[in-house]
């Protein structure tokens, strides 16, 4: 059973940025395509980026193409997301899980468990 726990979140002004972390206990991810998910008030859980367990392919929502980043250090059992340009409808819970069922698409919800309590980024106008 793996355990996943994300930190990094905070308030933030928009322009600013923020890296997430998404550490990883009980087992190792390192062979694991990891997802990063982000929930607003109101609104569904939604894509926001996806990383194979080498690291060689990234897969990212339209939304934050070019400003978010994802990566991950397979040694630490760590999966991180860089969050730059934050706008103030990125403001959402952010939450990472692990894919364990392969369908069409790397941004299907159901494709991930595992899911850690989140962090909150709050961005500001």
């Known amino acids: 059973q793996v355990e996943l726990v994300e930190s990094g979140g905070g308030l933030v002004q928009a322009g600013d940025s923020l890296r997430l972390s998404c550490a990883a206990s009980?087992?190792?991810?390192?062979?694991?395509?990891m997802g990063w998910f982000r929930q607003a008030p109101a609104k569904e859980r939604e894509f926001v980026a996806a990383?194979?367990?080498?690291?060689?392919?990234?897969y990212y929502a339209d939304s934050v193409k070019g400003r978010f980043t994802i990566s991950r250090d397979n040694a630490k059992n760590t999966v991180y997301l860089q969050l730059n340009s934050l706008k103030p409808e990125d403001t959402a819970l952010y939450s990472c899980?692990?894919?364990?069922?392969?369908?069409?698409?790397?941004?299907?919800?159901?494709?991930?468990?595992?899911w850690g309590p989140g962090t909150q980024v709050t961005v500001s106008s």
């Open positions: 899980a692990q894919r364990v069922y392969y369908s069409s698409s790397i941004s299907r919800t159901d494709d991930y468990t595992s």
């Open positions: 009980g087992r190792t991810v390192s062979r694991k395509t």
């Open positions: 990383i194979t367990w080498s690291g060689s392919t990234t």
